[in-house]
């Protein structure tokens, strides 16, 4: 898939992962079939879990009463980004605190702005190599969560150099703090490394099916916009 798109004056980044329903661990099936008859109308059944590839978690995810993604207003899931990308500066396994946080944002985190991290420790998520000896990825938890609910934004996103599964400890009160404030999650992004702007705008729209925790999303980053820039 073509990550890397030209429009006009601007340049568009495709953040998702492609799904092949062959190889995904977690559920995917299709089933295409003609409903036209003499006239080809080809409709397909999809059977999807909520939390496939490139998704938005929202509070419905972690709390009964918290907002599904139908409740939520349509700028949740598009704005303002900042992309962190702590490289190698951070030792290998350890927690992202509030100084590094202000550090890498100084002069640039704004209220609703949405915030995505990485490392240069990358690792996909959800494998069996999560919490080896292999797995070298940052951590986040409570003090990080705290430092977002303060600063206000609208989404924490997380690239393969950030582990959001280490421990029950830290994943927690990552979403109790932050849930409850209706911040939304993106996990699963890729192509991180093809953004050129630590600024942009972003969009990660679900489907508004009522009653739906999650959902599977077509994120993209557009660079040169103005508005949404340094």
């Known amino acids: 898939m073509q990550p890397v798109y030209e429009l006009g004056n601007l340049r568009v980044i495709d953040l998702t992962k492609v799904l092949n329903p062959e190889t995904e661990t977690r559920r995917l099936k299709l089933n295409r079939f003609n409903t036209g008859g003499m006239i080809p109308d080809y409709h397909t059944d999809m059977d999807i879990t909520s939390h496939l590839g490139t998704h938005v978690e929202c509070p419905y995810h972690h709390f009964d009463d918290g907002k599904d993604v139908a409740s939520l207003p349509l700028t949740t899931f598009m704005g303002r980004a900042i ?6 500066k951070l ?32 690792l996909a998520p959800f494998t069996d190599k999560t919490n080896t ?18 600063k206000k934004v609208k989404c924490v996103g997380f690239g393969d150099g950030v582990s959001i599964e280490n421990s029950n400890e ?20 890729k ?24 959902c599977s999303i077509r994120a993209y980053a557009i660079e040169g916009l103005a508005e949404f820039s340094e």
Do not use: C, Q
């Open 83 to 88: 992309y962190i990308d702590f490289e190698d």
């Open 91 to 122: 030792e290998a396994y350890t927690h992202i605190r509030a100084k590094d946080l202000d550090k890498a944002t100084e002069g640039l985190i704004k209220e609703g702005d949405i915030v995505i991290l990485d490392s240069s420790y990358k």
């Open 133 to 150: 000896e292999e797995d070298k990825r940052l951590l986040i938890g409570e003090e990080s969560a705290k430092w977002f609910k303060e």
């Open 170 to 189: 830290d994943v927690k009160p990552f979403h109790d703090i932050l849930m409850a404030e209706d911040i939304v999650f993106l996990e699963v992004l």
């Open 191 to 214: 192509n991180l490394e093809e953004l050129k702007s630590k600024v942009f705008f972003m969009s990660y729209s679900p489907m508004p099916i009522k009653g739906l925790d999650s």
